[in-house]
């Protein structure tokens, strides 16, 4: 990864142009929670649009989801989850700063050599909450970790209602809560986040082939975000150390400015949840195969990613700060910061200037057009060379300049952000030409 992109440059970038911002800011903020700014949840919003068509429109065997967050507590117990969604915690004795385990090397504080941990203790990283006015045992459950339970509850009514057969998958994009120790990593290791995850079902046997072309569908929907193909690999978990659930987890990291950690992955969760609430439900889960006339509960494949972690390694993608690149009127020092988005998740796909104030009208009848189509904006102050640095800053593909000449020839001069060419184009061709250029969802 190149140098200029190291995270304290990027956090104070995205803060600046509305991209991501703490949550609760004004308060002194809150550990592990961000705020999306306008920018930021666009271009969020274009990467959910694209999973989705991916995933959902563009396939006939699998269909959507939204399944509550809150959940009967039953739900929990059966998953494993009451029990076992812990993380061990260990406390410095001296600074009393609290670490995850697995975080710290044996016995020692991280912040310094001397002081002395406390032994392991297990900390389940679910939010609790209470459903109802009474705040007892009784009315306890908790905030989702994880959206897939919602896919293995109403497995049977999904599968029913949309008349598919194996195999088949049930999509869901969704919230999800995790009472994090560690939140040092930016949006990277959030404690309110969004997973987008496929519960995909398959006939016991065909599980193993199903994994392997999840994997290689999850890494292209990446690369289809943008993501250079080196800053991708795969870390395939050693059988000790899987799930509960898992016969086969295999991540796929990106290469993060903190070093390559997991972005997405694909497990392979076996009958494991089918077959559990199935055992604590009292209901019949399983799937009667109607050309093998025999039932059975299907084996699941599950390929997962996190929405905040990919919106992170697309930003961290895309940045790239630059020594000064374009003329300004202004004396302007400051180094130049380039957002290489693909266009089609650009939040803003394209912005228009008059040359001076005195040709806004025309300049913005232009823009009123275009913007009946995608995402614009209109900008009138400041240099020309100004107003490319803060599209650029924020990823707008293209920007396009109404002139003095313009009133005359009805062209007008399309900037392209990354190769900087500019192009005279007819006002009437206009459309057309971004349309082709756009590659829009
Ligand atoms: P990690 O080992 O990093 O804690 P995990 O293995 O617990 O992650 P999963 O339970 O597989 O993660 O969750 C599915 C996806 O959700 C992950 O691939 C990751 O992209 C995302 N994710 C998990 N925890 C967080 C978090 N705290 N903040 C942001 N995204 C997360």
């Known amino acids: 990864m190149a140098e ?4 304290e440059k990027i956090v104070s970038w995205a803060k600046r142009r509305g991209y991501i911002m703490p949550g609760s800011e004004i308060y002194g903020g809150i550990g592990g929670i961000y705020d999306l700014g306008p920018y930021g949840v666009a271009l969020k919003n274009n990467i959910k649009k694209l999973w989705w068509k991916t995933f959902v429109e563009d396939r006939d065997d699998v269909v959507g989801l939204e399944s509550a967050i809150l959940m009967n507590r039953k739900v929990w117990q059966a998953s494993g989850h009451e029990a ?15 670490f995850k385990a697995d975080d710290v ?7 310094g050599g001397a002081h002395e941990l406390t032994e392991p203790k297990a900390f389940n990283a679910m939010f609790e909450t209470y459903i109802g006015v009474v705040k007892d045992e009784d009315a306890k459950t908790y905030l989702r970790p994880e959206t897939a339970q919602g896919m293995f509850t109403d497995f049977k009514q999904v599968l029913e209602t949309s008349r598919k057969k194996l195999p088949v998958g049930i999509a869901q994009i969704g919230k999800c809560f995790r009472n994090e120790i560690n939140t040092k990593d930016y949006l990277f290791r959030v404690r309110e986040f969004e997973i987008a995850e496929i519960e995909y079902f398959v006939k016991p046997g065909d ?9 290689k569908r999850w890494e292209e929907f990446v690369l289809s975000c943008g993501i250079k193909k080196e800053n991708l690999q795969n870390y395939e978990h050693p059988k000790e150390g899987l799930a509960h659930y898992s016969k086969g987890t ?8 903190f070093g390559f950690k997991e972005l997405a992955g694909v497990a392979n969760r076996t009958d494991f949840d089918l077959k559990s609430h199935e055992e604590a439900s009292g209901k019949d889960l399983k799937y009667f195969d109607e050309e093998a006339k025999e039932k059975y509960w299907p084996y699941v494949i599950e390929p997962t990613l996190g929405v905040e972690r990919l919106l992170l390694a697309v930003i961290c993608d895309a940045f790239e700060e630059l020594e000064s690149r374009t003329e300004t009127t202004e004396a302007v020092t400051e180094k130049e910061i380039v957002l290489h988005l693909d266009p089609k998740l650009a939040p803003v796909k394209v912005a228009v200037f008059p040359l001076v104030k005195k040709i806004s009208k025309e300049a913005r009848e232009v823009y009123e057009d ?27 593909p293209f920007c396009v300049t109404f002139d003095f000449d313009s009133l005359e020839d009805q062209k007008v001069t399309v900037r392209d952000r990354d190769t900087m060419k500019q192009e005279r184009v007819e006002i009437k061709e206009l459309k057309n030409y971004l349309f082709e250029k756009l590659n829009i969802i």
Not at 4 to 7: I, R, S, V
Not at 105 to 111: D, L, M, T, V
Not at 207 to 215: P, V
Not at 370 to 396: H, M, N, V
């Open 4 to 7: 200029n992109k190291d995270l």
């Open 370 to 396: 275009l913007k009946k189509c995608w995402p614009a904006e209109f900008d009138e102050s400041g240099s020309i060379g100004r107003r490319y640095r803060r599209q650029d800053e924020i990823g707008t």
């Open 250 to 257: 295999t991540d796929l990291q990106y290469n993060f400015p």
């Open 207 to 215: 599980d193993e082939k199903s994994f392997d072309e999840w994997l």
């Open 84 to 98: 076992g969604f812990t993380d061990e915690l260990v406390e410095c004795k001296k600074c009393h700063q609290r």
């Open 105 to 111: 090397a044996e016995g020692k504080c991280p912040s």
